[in-house]
């Protein structure tokens, strides 16, 4: 039998691989500029060590896309970032940032394992999830030192497992609901948690984007994303639960882009991404009817602007297309035979 190694790399390894790419050459872009005006020591050292795993993950694939002698995917570079230019988010953002950054790796860790299967790649994408799991755990170390660790609401322990007795368990369209549960509980807080990132990383890239166009987008989002963190918080207030504070002061003045209007519209259409994903699973974990709506109202509202986001990109050139099938018709219909 072959060498694992020696073996071609299958469609799923391809996708894996180029979306890691395009993830982490977007990342390690954002990261070198956050790291030329942080101020916290902790807060550096934090972004010190996440820009040291996202340029390894990108210096593997380049090595093994060379070896194979697979076309590089165009991604990121220095050319998408302004590192003369101002500060725009404060210390506190960039740390939030990175949690949920860390916590889309851990979440995307098991997929691209499992589907996988050469040993070195398998091997790869375990360090790359060890990776997000070590960040993710210095962080909440870094955010619960310094008092801005946002914990999940905290409810009565249970005193007796309890059996649903009725269909009343899963609520109606309308009226009086049960009080959510704990399943529920924690997908509204983590989407209000994901939506406050994304809405302040808006309101940062609104301020600064060359393109009125894109500006209008932008805008756009932030005011889905409002909407869709206040209907969550009406949620959480119904059942008298304390809503996580906002963190729009963590954007300064500036007028001056930091970074590509690409590399804007990238952050945002992948955050739109992992959006529809959340709202998904929650959609499916959510017993109570009026959620279930409310998720599947707000999955359709944020399909529709990641789709215009996409059609955007593909505007100005600035989607690139990953590994692609062959069109077996096409190359069927050019066929000239024996001649």
């Known amino acids: ?62 090595k093994l896309y060379k070896k194979e002698g697979i076309a590089k995917p165009i991604g990121f570079s220095e050319n998408d970032i302004v590192m003369g230019a101002p500060r725009l988010f404060s210390d506190t953002f960039y740390i939030y940032y990175l949690l949920h950054l860390s ?42 030192a310094k008092g801005i660790h946002n914990r999940p609401p905290y409810i009565p322990y249970p005193k007796e497992a309890v059996m649903v007795e009725d269909q009343d368990y899963l609520g ?13 509980l924690t997908h509204i807080f983590t989407n209000i948690q ?12 609104s301020q600064v984007c060359h393109s009125d166009k ?24 119904t059942n008298d639960i304390p809503v996580p504070s906002p963190w729009d002061s963590a954007v300064t003045e500036s007028t001056v882009a930091p970074f590509s209007d690409k590399l804007m519209l990238f952050h945002i259409t992948a955050m739109s991404a992992a959006g529809i994903g959340n709202y998904g699973a929650a959609m499916a974990a959510s017993p109570r009817k009026d959620i279930g709506l409310k998720y599947a109202r707000l999955l359709m509202e944020i399909s529709l602007y990641a789709e215009d986001g996409a059609n955007l990109m593909i505007e100005n050139g600035w989607l690139e297309q990953p590994p692609q099938v062959p069109n077996r018709n096409e190359l069927a219909s050019k066929s000239k035979g024996y001649e």
Not at 13 to 23: G, K, V
Not at 178 to 183: F, M
Not at 194 to 205: A, C, P, S, V, Y
Request: with cysteine.
């Open 1 to 62: 039998m072959k060498n694992d190694k020696e073996l071609r790399l299958t469609s799923s390894e391809l996708m894996n691989l180029w979306t890691q790419y395009l993830n982490d050459s977007a990342a390690s872009q954002v990261l070198r500029y956050y790291l030329k005006h942080v101020e916290d020591e902790e807060v550096k050292n934090v972004l010190t060590k996440a820009l040291k795993s996202t340029t390894s993950h990108v210096e593997f694939i380049e």
């Open 103 to 144: 916590t889309l790796g851990m979440a995307a860790g098991g997929i691209v394992i499992s589907t996988s299967s050469r040993t070195d790649i398998v091997e790869y994408f375990r360090k790359v999830t060890q990776d997000a799991e070590d960040l993710h755990c210095l962080i909440k170390e870094v955010t619960k």
């Open 172 to 184: 109606s369209m309308f009226g009086k609901q049960r009080p959510i549960n704990t399943i529920e």
């Open 194 to 205: 994901t939506n406050t990132i994304g809405k302040t990383l808006m309101i940062g890239f």
């Open 214 to 237: 894109l500006r209008s987008y932008i805008l756009r989002g932030k005011d889905i994303a409002n909407k869709q963190v206040a209907i969550f918080r009406k949620l959480l207030e």
